[in-house]
Nanobody
């Protein structure tokens, strides 16, 4: 009923940049907070950045000053611009949206399938 699809991952050298996109589709009435999370092998999934409907961002300390989250509400899409990438940024990146569907007034979290980011040293 609601689908989030990430794109833009890949392999990049340390110091390089990537831009991730996540587009939501389906029976969407509105999307509140949207965010990016990542999970490295053997580690727990962690928050990278999130953004409110009004565009107020929040970042993990490890990515402040290097990553920028943004969103296009008309397109139900969230972006993550990643600059000055480091090998420790290597992980599967997932987007999440707090979605209110057209079926009712409750908000549910929906996740994308993930996109791999690999940073070589």
């Amino acid at each position: 009923q609601v689908r989030l699809v990430e794109s833009g991952g890949g392999l990049v050298q340390a110091g390089g940049s990537l831009r991730l996109s996540c587009a939501a589709s389906g029976i969407i009435f509105s999307i509140n907070d949207m965010g990016w999370y990542r999970q490295a092998p053997g580690k727990q999934r962690e928050l990278v950045a999130r953004i409110t409907t009004g565009g107020i961002p929040n970042y993990a300390d490890s990515v402040k000053g290097r990553f920028t989250i943004s969103r296009d509400n008309a397109k139900n899409t969230v972006y993550l611009q990643m600059n000055s990438l480091k090998p420790e940024d290597t992980a599967v990146y997932y987007c999440k949206g707090a979605v209110v569907t057209r079926l009712g007034g409750h908000e549910y979290d929906y996740w994308g399938q993930g996109t791999q980011v690999a940073v070589s040293s």
